[in-house]
């Protein structure tokens, strides 16, 4: 493939919306700001158990993921939507929390079909009534999967109803290829290049073809987002990295033709006995690849996590729901 020439931004910004873990006394950090403790214009909810019969409506953390990419371009400011968590009202409410206005958000990006980075889109929808909004997947998103773990019966997936997202008006842009946004400003990366030996993908994982269950470790419709970022490089934005992470980030360096990894960013998914084994190896290829900020989430696992905070300690920023990224 050749290289694609995406149009690098003066700044951009990722603010996440919801990730598994929420740490309020987290402090800012490079370019991460943190919410902090409740302050003045914190958002009160009622509790009657407490004296003054309320207290702070602070961002909840859910096992799911989202995040809402800014970009400045021309002066003018951009909202991107990338997936959207695993509660129908999780979404849309830490949005309020964090005083940001779902109605601005120009394009969605949806990383897979899995329901941790799905099932928000109906609280959203509820929130904003019909829209036209681009929404941006891979063709297999609407597949029906499941997951076989030894010693139980298998726990099926539910998959996002189509109807239900024409339904909404939102316009369906089916792309296995890599495709822009923003006039070149944002490149999904569609399907990604499987190229390292280690990151083989999630092997009790099936899909559901032509009536059969079939093995489906790849989840090809895992597709993450890029930004290029003047003067500091590719700032790179995945959902669960079920294409592996070291893939999506080789991946994205050959797409754009820019060495230069500036930031990793969400779901690297290396949790559980599955992927434990691949950490070190993992760790090395990321060690090399130098970004000057990673910060894995959601689906990263606590071993690795910590592995990568070892390895990478200068780079290492903790993720944490309401924290934003500004680059």
């Not at 109803?161 to 089916?174: K, M």
């Not at 079920?242 to 980030?249: E, L, R």
């Amino acid at each position: 493939m050749s290289r694609i020439a995406i149009e690098p931004v003066e700044a951009a910004s990722i603010t996440i919306l919801v990730d598994n873990s929420i740490d309020i006394f987290l402090t800012d950090q490079g370019p991460a700001k943190r919410i902090g403790p409740p302050g003045p214009q914190t958002p009160r909810v009622s509790a009657s158990t407490l004296e003054p019969g309320e207290t702070s409506d602070l961002p909840h953390a859910e096992h799911g993921f989202a995040a809402l990419i800014t970009i400045e371009k021309a002066g003018r400011t951009h909202q991107i939507l990338f997936d959207s968590g695993m509660s129908p009202n999780g979404l849309v409410e830490n949005m309020a929390r964090l005083s940001l206005a779902p109605a601005e958000i120009e394009a969605i990006i949806l990383s897979h079909g899995h329901l941790d980075h799905t099932t928000g889109m109906d609280g959203l929808i509820r929130t904003l009534g019909r829209t036209n909004l681009p929404v941006m997947i891979h063709p297999e998103f609407w597949t029906q999967r499941r997951v076989t773990i030894p010693g139980r019966e298998p726990i099926e997936l539910p998959s996002t109803s189509r109807s239900a997202l024409l339904g909404a008006g939102f316009e369906i842009v089916e792309e296995k290829l890599p495709s822009f946004l923003l006039e070149r400003s944002l490149l999904v990366t569609g399907e990604v290049d499987r190229t390292t030996e280690f990151e083989k993908g999630f092997p009790i994982h099936q899909a559901l073809r032509d009536g059969t269950w079939e093995p489906d470790p790849f989840i090809l419709d895992d597709q993450a987002a890029i930004i290029h970022v003047r003067n500091k490089g590719l700032v790179v934005l995945t959902g669960c990295g079920h294409a592996g992470i070291v893939n999506i980030v080789r991946y994205a360096k050959k797409l754009t033709g820019t060495e230069t990894i500036h930031a990793i960013i969400g779901g690297f998914h290396l949790g559980g006995p599955i992927f434990e084994p691949i950490i070190p190896t993992v760790c090395s290829a990321l060690t090399a690849v130098a970004p000057t900020v990673i910060s894995p989430g959601h689906c990263t696992g606590w071993k690795a996590t910590h592995a990568i905070a070892t390895a990478l300690p200068n780079a290492f920023i903790q993720s944490s729901v309401g924290t934003r990224f500004e680059f």
